[in-house]
């Protein structure tokens, strides 16, 4: 097959094609998705079954007869997707299909038969995932606040430098501003220290390591990091992990128990661990991967970072496998899909475990 044949399977074939099409073999033979579900609704309208075949018959009479190409015809469908009528999808189709000219003309042509179905937009502020270390934010609001905005954004403009990064500049000027605004954040460090052997402890009662001294005495694991490494002054945490069973204690000067367990939640899974979440661990909430109704306790290994939606489409019970739920894979909490298998995220950098152990 030449470049023209093709052309002509394309556009003035394209219906002929399309009769005998097979979505399955279409996946198979490489053909993108997205394009394989269109060319599976064109089949549908033109071949499937329906309630007038007189007017599919003059549909597809007039789209063999201006040699409509399967893109002009997905774009006439695309266009007419959020008409609720099928009747009124209908009429429309044969409308446009009487248009004859290039992909550009009959897009210009429906752009001015269709009726403007501009959906309201709401207010949101969204984040995208961290890409070679940028972010993009998308803001939709009041378009007063915004050209007000835009207004303070634009002021001494330097012929020299490009608007958007003139832009970006007094944006982050704004919001660091004066001290008042978006501060700066303070990075608190986390000693990590793995222990050679499993640390016994009873939950809540803070047995922990007995260090024995040359002078004969002795003191715990947790007198000797708060004394002389995890100190207020330095304004250091140490937590200690076990290889096989994942975080064991967090020392501190002051311990509360809900801090230490959700700073070891956080160390151990840095961001939520539904694959493709982009929830960093400080954005997310802290799950009980056994729910606390099934008798589930709050303690670190049954606790897990799991951003606001996760958290509440989890499955908590596991005899319920609809949309997933976070399950304890070699002491680090993981993804399980409905289907039995378990599945990393890789948006998130390695958490503690991977750090120390491979």
Request: contains cysteine; glycine residues 6%; proline residues 7%.
């Amino acid at each position: 097959m030449n470049f023209k044949t093709f052309l002509e399977s394309m556009s003035t074939q394209a219906l002929d094609v399309l009769d005998g099409f097979d979505y399955e073999a279409a996946i198979e033979a490489g053909v993108d998705p997205t394009r394989a579900r269109a060319w599976r609704q064109l089949h549908d309208i033109y071949f499937g079954p329906t309630k007038s075949r007189q007017k599919q018959r003059l549909a597809t009479e007039k789209a063999r007869r201006y040699g409509f190409s399967l893109d002009q015809l997905a774009m006439i469908e695309r266009r007419l997707r959020p008409i609720k009528s099928a009747r009124t999808r209908t009429k429309l189709r044969l409308v446009l299909l009487d248009t004859k000219g290039t992909y550009k003309k009959l897009s210009e042509r429906a752009k001015a038969l269709l009726p403007n179905n501009t959906k309201h937009q709401n207010d949101r502020l969204t984040f995208s995932p961290s890409r070679n270390g940028r972010r993009t934010m998308t803001l939709t609001t009041n378009e007063r606040d915004l050209a007000d905005l835009e207004h303070a954004l634009t002021q001494d403009m330097d012929p020299k430098t490009p608007p958007t990064k003139h832009m970006l500049r007094r944006f982050l000027d704004i919001i660091r501003g004066d001290g008042r605004s978006v501060p700066h954040a303070v990075p608190r460090p986390l000693l990590l220290i793995p222990l050679p052997q499993w640390i016994q402890i009873q939950r809540g009662h803070g047995d922990e390591t007995t260090l024995t001294l040359t002078d004969g005495t002795t003191m715990t694991g947790a007198e000797y990091l708060n004394s002389h490494v995890a100190t207020t002054e330095n304004e250091l945490e140490a937590a200690v992990f076990h290889p096989q069973h994942g975080a064991v204690n967090l020392y501190r000067t002051q311990r509360l128990a809900n801090d230490k367990q959700r700073a070891l939640a956080r160390a151990v899974t840095p961001g939520c661990p539904v694959p493709g979440c982009r929830h960093a661990a400080d954005a997310c909430e802290i799950h009980h991967i056994t729910a606390w109704q099934h008798g589930g306790e709050t303690n670190i290994n049954n606790l897990s970072p799991l951003c606001r939606y996760h958290n509440r489409v989890n499955d908590d019970d596991p005899q319920r496998a609809r949309r997933g739920r976070i399950e304890i894979v070699d002491a680090q909490p993981l993804w399980h899909s409905p289907r039995g298998y378990s599945a990393p995220n890789p948006v998130h950098r390695p958490g503690a475990m991977k750090m120390l152990y491979t």
